[in-house]
C-alpha cells in the first residue's frame, strides 16, 4: 500500500504544477468574467442569501486587514510560493501532499498575480474578490481564496493524520489495551513447545 502513495520525484512536481497552473487559470478567468460582467460594489443574487456576487477589490488580507501595507502581503504570497515549489523539489513524495501542495500552491499564485500585477501597481495591486455567502461568514473572497482555505485545512488535517511528505506515514502508538494483549498472548504456553 506504501509503494502506491509514493510517488518519484519529477511525477510528484508535475502532479504539483499542473494543478496549480489550473486553479491559477481557472482563478484570473473567474475574476476576468467579474470583472467584464459584474457592476462594481453591487450585490447581485445568484441564489437568494446563499450566494451572491459582489464585486470588489481587496488592498489588505482576509477581512480587508492590512489595507496600508500591501506590499507585505505580496512578500508572504511570494514567499509562501518558493517555499512550496522547495518542497516539491526536495521532500513530496505523497501523492496527497502533491495534490494538496499543487492545489495550495494554484491559490497563492492566483493572488499573488493579483498582487503584482493589477491595479494601483506591481507588488501593491488590490486582489479582485467577487463571491460572497452572508449565511457563511461575513467575507467578500474569490477562487483563490477558497483553494488556500480549504487546501491549509487540508494540510493542518495531513499533519493530524501523520502522513509525511515523502508519501509515509507515521505508525500509531500502540494502546495500552494492544500492549497488554500481546504480552498475555506471548506468556501462554504454546501446545506445540
Known amino acids: ?14 502532479v504539483i504544477a499542473i494543478l496549480a497552473v489550473v486553479v491559477l487559470a481557472v ?7 467579474a470583472l467584464q460582467n459584474l457592476p462594481y460594489e453591487r450585490a447581485v443574487q445568484v441564489w437568494g442569501d446563499f450566494l451572491q456576487f459582489y464585486l ?8 480587508s486587514l492590512g489595507e496600508g501595507v500591501t506590499w507585505v502581503f505580496t512578500i508572504i504570497l511570494g514567499l509562501a510560493a518558493l517555499i512550496i515549489v522547495s518542497l516539491a523539489v526536495v521532500r513530496v513524495r505523497g501523492r496527497l501532499w502533491a495534490v494538496v501542495l499543487g492545489l495550495l500552491l494554484g491559490g497563492i499564485l492566483g493572488n499573488l498575480t493579483d498582487r503584482l500585477f493589477r491595479e494601483p501597481g506591481f507588488a501593491v495591486g488590490h486582489v479582485v474578490d467577487f463571491i460572497y455567502t452572508p449565511w457563511m461568514m ?9 483553494f488556500i482555505v ?9 499533519v493530524l493524520f501523520g502522513f509525511r511528505l515523502d508519501g509515509t506515514r507515521e505508525p500509531r502508538a500502540t494502546t495500552t489495551s494492544e500492549a497488554t494483549s500481546d504480552a498475555d498472548a506471548s506468556a501462554v504456553p504454546r501446545a506445540d513447545a
Do not use: C, W
Not at 500500500?1 to 518519484?8: I, S, W
Not at 482563478?27 to 468574467?33: A, N
Not at 470588489?56 to 477581512?63: C, D, E, P, Q, Y
Open 27 to 33: 482563478d484570473q478567468f473567474t475574476k476576468h468574467l
Open 138 to 146: 461575513p467575507a467578500i473572497y474569490n477562487v483563490a481564496d477558497m
Open 56 to 63: 470588489t477589490r481587496n488592498s489588505g488580507a482576509a477581512f
Open 1 to 14: 500500500m506504501e509503494g502506491r502513495t509514493r510517488l518519484r520525484p519529477t511525477t510528484a512536481g508535475i
Open 150 to 158: 480549504t487546501m491549509m485545512i487540508s494540510v493542518a488535517l495531513l
